[in-house]
């Protein structure tokens, strides 16, 4: 915690960055952000990657917001905090009265604290009445989510950064691990070389991970389903499969059999791209490694098939019984640092905090206790159906807190349509983003250095974090936002400080009964579930799966191959994802000199085969059209593409040349995430510039 030597002061924080969740005591003099210290970290002890040790100037930028700013006759104008909330009262009261509490909904953002996760849906559920909420899990994780709650009951990655250590085969699907999860990447490739991990990445671009692998296998686009399935099959056609722990501990086998009956190796050799004999080896490797990990993120979720591919992947966990060991289990790697947070405290249109079912009888007898409230029992709208709602007129406002949305979610044009349409939307940000130019109130928020809270990991982990600094003059931290508008709204909740709403999370969720500020002092965590007494679970499923009889499912899922394969007009398939240096849209660490110095803008990485067959040279600049719009980047020539294949980073320094004009409308259907990665484009080359 803050302490003091001289001027200088070293507060314990989380990284506001990504999901692996690296804690370090940061050292500030005043508002100067001096070093990052790391050394106590459960998750990271001495390790930051760049983004964590060097990616803080952002909180210093010239452009973060210090005003409340209200839009006015076309034109945004300086309001007092109190003018602005209570327009955003009486706007809230004055829609609910004429279109009822559905035409409302509520974004919660993954940057910022638990607490204030929780606060967005209490707001929604307990002062206006819905279940209109969501986070931008919804366009990374969620398929994963799904792929877990109907095998193995959580969704959450089964154990640690320790037990993917202690794995003897680790693969990778789908991962870009060095550059978005780099301190767990190090984890791995440290096990690699040294303790003789094996490790396999399927990823139909070379990235760093691919060329360190014993076996890297590019499958075609959105085809991993075939290959797992196939897999699976592979093993319980042969005896392979682990028998007493299917007998013992899963149910569904016969069901699971049927459902992948065609997905012979040959079909998937096919269907993929793959070699048969490569599947047929890896088959074996799987079977005969101590224990095998499989970590996989967008390059699986999303597409079309997400939750399947997500079903997929848990089914051959199981068929090998590769669940409750250490070195085992499932580990979709999580993209912001509390997107796992943000979930979990129930920001989900169906979900309360703590995976409870809205409709669970249980579950709303409790919130009627706590919050005098009975629970709406239909599922609401998720972040992608909230356009949808909004383009048709049905959704009339919209309370986005902390995401570029106008640029992360796909098909940006469709996005803009729905703002437009909407009466009246806020918007709460550190910096007058993309987004807010469409706002009705845009409200100045406080970043991770400036508030206290909790953050919780891709491995689960809670962890709080403390005040660096004061919040900057005119912006609030966003509980403190929540909590007024509510008061305005009759609803006093009356929190002094965030530990007090996760006594209340605690109260509400079980999994988090024993979780509470005393428990997580200084670098201690607690890694979820945690029984009252305070006892935590980092390896899930030792004994007992998450469903009423303890037994883990295995679940006939469905392929669905994609719906956009190249064709004569749009001929080359556009790829998208991260780089190490910077993090998503780019807001934050575009504002980080240094890094921005390094990496100043987007780019299309073109393979030497495509780049010399349209005599494009590195560095110029060509346009990509798809469907749904058009963008200009600089071309960059790499042997990481192969073939028609293009990948531009999801971080773009300029609106205009985001990824996601590109990007269509096509959705995983279970789970509504856009299918970013089934996207077809073609490239018009510029005159040298
Ligand atoms: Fe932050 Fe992730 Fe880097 Fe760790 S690996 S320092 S959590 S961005």
């Known amino acids: ?18 999901g692996v969740g690296c804690a370090f005591e940061v050292w500030t003099k005043d508002r100067h952000i001096l070093k990052v210290e790391p050394g106590q970290g459960p998750a990271n002890g001495i390790s930051t990657c760049v983004k964590g040790k060097f990616g803080w100037d952002y909180v210093n930028s010239d452009e973060r917001l210090t005003t409340p700013l209200i839009r006015e006759g076309g034109r945004f104008r300086e309001a007092s905090w109190d003018e602005a909330l209570d327009l955003i009262a009486r706007r809230f009261t004055e829609i609910r009265g004429q279109h009822g509490p559905d035409a409302l909904a509520f974004i919660a953002s993954s940057k910022a604290t638990n607490e204030e996760a929780f606060l967005v849906q209490k707001f929604a559920r307990q002062v ?5 909420v969501d986070n931008c899990s919804r366009y990374c994780q969620s398929p994963a989510t799904q792929g877990l709650m109907r095998t193995v009951g959580y969704g959450g990655d089964s154990g640690t950064i320790h037990d993917i250590e202690n794995a003897g085969l680790v693969i990778t699907v789908g991962s870009n691990t060095a550059e978005s999860h780099p301190v767990l990447a190090t984890r791995v490739k440290r096990a690699h070389k040294l303790a003789g991990q094996k490790l396999v990445v399927v990823d139909i671009r070379e990235h760093e991970m691919a060329s360190r692998a014993d076996v890297f296998l590019r499958p075609r686009p959105g085809t991993d389903f075939v290959w797992l ?7 319980l056609d ?3 499969e682990a028998r007493e722990f299917l007998q013992g501990r899963v149910s569904g086998l016969d069901e699971f059999r049927r459902s992948i009956e065609g997905y012979t190796l040959e079909y998937a050799a096919e269907e993929t791209g793959l070699a048969r004999e490569d599947l047929e080896k890896l ?3 799987i079977v005969e490694a101590s224990g095998t990990c499989i970590l996989w993120a967008m390059g699986v979720t999303q597409q079309c098939g997400g939750s399947d591919t997500s079903t997929a992947i848990s089914n051959l966990l199981l068929v090998t019984g590769n669940y409750g060991r250490t070195g085992t289990g499932a580990y979709p790697l999580r993209g912001h640092n509390n997107v796992q947070g943000a979930s979990d405290m129930g920001a989900m249109p169906d979900q309360t905090a703590g995976y409870r079912k809205v409709t669970d009888p249980l579950n709303v007898q409790t919130h009627e206790r706590e919050w005098g409230v009975t629970l709406r029992p239909e599922r609401g709208l998720d972040n992608t159906q909230m356009i949808d709602a909004a383009v048709a007129g ?7 807190t902390g995401e570029e949305m106008g640029l992360t979610d796909a098909d940006a044009n469709h996005l803009v349509r729905g703002y437009e349409a909407l009466e009246f939307f806020v918007v709460q940000d550190l910096y007058f983003t993309y987004t807010a130019r469409f706002a009705d109130v845009v409200l100045p928020a406080s970043p991770a250095l400036e ?14 974090l403390y005040r660096a600094m004061e919040p900057l003059r005119g912006t609030r931290p966003d509980w403190q936002v929540y909590t007024a508008v509510a008061k ?9 400080h965030p530990s007090e709403i996760m006594d209340e999370v605690a109260r509400l969720a079980p999994i988090f009964a024993g979780v509470n500020y005393g428990r997580l002092e200084g670098f201690k965590s607690l890694v979820w579930p945690v029984d009252e007494g305070g006892t935590d679970t980092p390896l899930l499923y030792t004994e007992r799966f998450n469903f009423p009889d303890g037994r883990a499912r295995l679940f006939p899922a469905e392929y669905q191959p994609r719906q956009h394969a190249p064709n004569a007009e749009f001929d080359l398939h556009l790829n998208s994802g991260r780089m190490l240096e910077h993090f998503h849209e780019g807001n934050m660490t575009f504002k980080v000199a240094g890094i921005a110095e390094k990496v100043p803008d987007s780019f299309v990485e073109l393979s030497p085969e495509l780049a010399a067959e349209r005599r494009v040279t590195s560095g110029q600049y060509v346009r990509l059209v798809s469907e749904s719009g058009a963008v200009r980047l600089r071309a960059l020539i790499t042997g990481r593409v192969s073939g028609n294949e293009v990948y531009v980073p999801m971080n773009s320094a300029r609106s205009e040349n985001a990824v996601n004009h590109l990007t269509g409308q096509n959705r995983d259907p279970v789970t509504h995430t856009p299918a970013y990665k089934d996207t077809r484009v073609r490239l018009e080359v510029l005159p040298e510039s």
Request: charged residues 25%; aromatic residues 10%; glycine residues 10%.
């Open 1 to 18: 915690s803050a302490g003091r030597e001289g001027y200088i002061r070293k507060t314990k924080t989380v990284c506001t960055y990504c």
């Open 128 to 132: 206006i009445g819905t279940n209109n």
């Open 229 to 235: 399935s196939a897999i699976s099959k592979y093993i």
């Open 238 to 240: 042969h005896g392979l």
């Open 283 to 285: 088959a074996h490797t």
């Open 394 to 400: 049905r959704l009339k406002s919209l309370w986005l």
């Open 451 to 464: 508030k206290e809270g909790t953050f919780t990991s891709t491995e689960r982990r809670i962890q709080r």
């Open 488 to 496: 305005r709204l009759g609803h006093d909740w009356g929190y002094t």
